[in-house]
């Protein structure tokens, strides 16, 4: 996939990002969620990550924009440490401003929307450019317009989330996301929370963006989208990647027994 520049008014000049996941362990307890995984995705580059329940997944993710701390290893973004900096061979915790800022050039589309329930579909899009990026006012009430009738719901910019279908809130969440101009944009299972006659228009949405050049990293039970959209999917087992390759490659011709064994009960 080329990389170009995301589409919407105000996001004009946006470079997609890269992404590495450095040599990352991280535990609960005695529990080893994510056990030395490394991973690199390239600018504009659709990556769909796919495991069992359990696997890592959501918690590589956490990783990636420093919701979770790994124990040993880091994540950079365009070749920025994320949530720390390098003192000697050391790795240092940043502050917490600093990661919030760091974190606002990361969207996250979580798998239950999370948007604030006070305040209508329009502010709620409008709200972090306004917080973080400082943009006035008007103009992050414009973008937030325009990102609406980018992912369908121009009409309903006056609406609370409760007056929404959940596949109308998961879409105002991927406009919230993309209302920060991010680099790179991750998805937590955005369709697991929907009903399945809501799937189709979160996958649209998300697959207009895959066409759009934006650097995507989407956890997903969805093998079919994955085929469709990715550049290369991830297989993540035990908090290990078991294989990675282009979907014809890993979801037709998977090298590994773990992933053969997954595949044929999902598909």
Do not use: C
Request: aromatic share 4%; no cysteine; proline share 6%.
């Amino acid at each position: 996939m080329t990389a170009k520049t995301v589409l919407g008014a105000d996001t004009a000049g946006i470079v997609p990002a890269a992404v590495e996941v450095h040599d990352v362990h991280k535990w609960y307890g005695a529990h080893r969620v994510l056990d030395g995984v490394s991973l690199t995705v390239r600018p504009g580059e659709v990556t769909v990550i796919l495991g069992p329940s359990g696997s890592g997944k959501s918690t590589l993710l956490r990783v990636i924009n420093h919701l979770e701390k790994p124990e040993v290893g880091h994540v950079s973004i365009n070749g920025e440490p994320i949530g720390v900096r390098r003192h000697g061979d050391r790795l240092r915790e940043l502050s917490e401003r600093t990661i919030l800022t760091q974190r606002a050039r990361i969207g996250f589309v979580f798998q239950n929307f999370n948007l604030f329930p006070h305040l209508t579909v329009l502010d709620n899009v409008a709200a972090a450019p306004v917080a973080t990026r400082r943009l006035p006012k008007p103009a992050a009430l414009e973008l937030a317009r325009e990102l609406l009738d980018r992912v369908g719901l121009a009409d309903k910019a006056g609406a609370y989330p409760r007056q929404l279908s959940g596949g109308q809130q998961q879409r105002v969440a991927i406009a919230r996301a993309l209302a920060l101009r991010p680099g790179v944009i991750l998805f937590d299972e955005p369709t697991s929370a929907l009903d399945p006659e809501l799937v189709g228009e979160v996958l649209a949405v998300i697959k207009d963006l895959a066409t759009s050049g934006t650097t995507l990293v989407i956890v997903t039970h969805e093998v079919g989208f994955a085929r469709e959209v990715a550049d290369r999917v991830v297989f993540i087992d035990e908090g290990k990647i078991v294989e990675q390759g282009p979907p014809g490659e890993v979801l037709d011709r998977p090298r590994h027994e773990r992933t053969r064994d997954f595949l044929s009960k999902v598909l």
